[in-house]
Nanobody, 115 residues
Framework: QVQLVESGGGLVQPGGSLRLSCAAS????????MGWYLQGPRNQRDLVAS???????HYADSVKGRFTISRDHAENTVYLQMNSLKPEDTAVYYC?????????WGRGTQVTVSA
């Protein structure tokens, strides 16, 4: 069935960069938008960045100017370029897929920013 395959997480030093990717596969209707959310301390999921399939992007205030979200229509894939990473960016990041009928979540990928 529908799967969201995430990659690109890992350990990076402060000021470094990572690029997350999330590829959607399986049976689903047309994509409305995709995005990235982080797992908060109370298990809530907070928006990091999202993008409509038409290309409109939204960002959390904390990442504006540092992160860039993009999408590849042909591959049903969303990317998150993460630059100037800070220790406070450390979190599990979850890929999000919104279709015409329902929503899907990835399993999460760990991002750790530490010296």
């Amino acid at each position: 069935q529908v799967q969201l395959v995430e990659s690109g997480g890992g350990l990076v030093q402060p000021g470094g960069s990572l690029r997350l990717s999330c590829a959607a596969s399986g049976g689903f209707l047309a994509i409305n938008n995709m995005g990235w959310y982080l797992q908060g301390p109370r298990n809530q999921r907070d928006l990091v960045a999202s993008i409509t399939w038409g290309g409109g992007a939204h960002y959390a205030d904390s990442v504006k100017g540092r992160f860039t979200i993009s999408r590849d229509h042909a591959e049903n894939t969303v990317y998150l370029q993460m630059n100037s990473l800070k220790p406070e960016d450390t979190a599990v990041y979850y890929c999000y897929l919104d279709t015409a009928r329902r929503e899907y979540w990835g399993r999460g990928t760990q991002v750790t920013v530490s010296a």
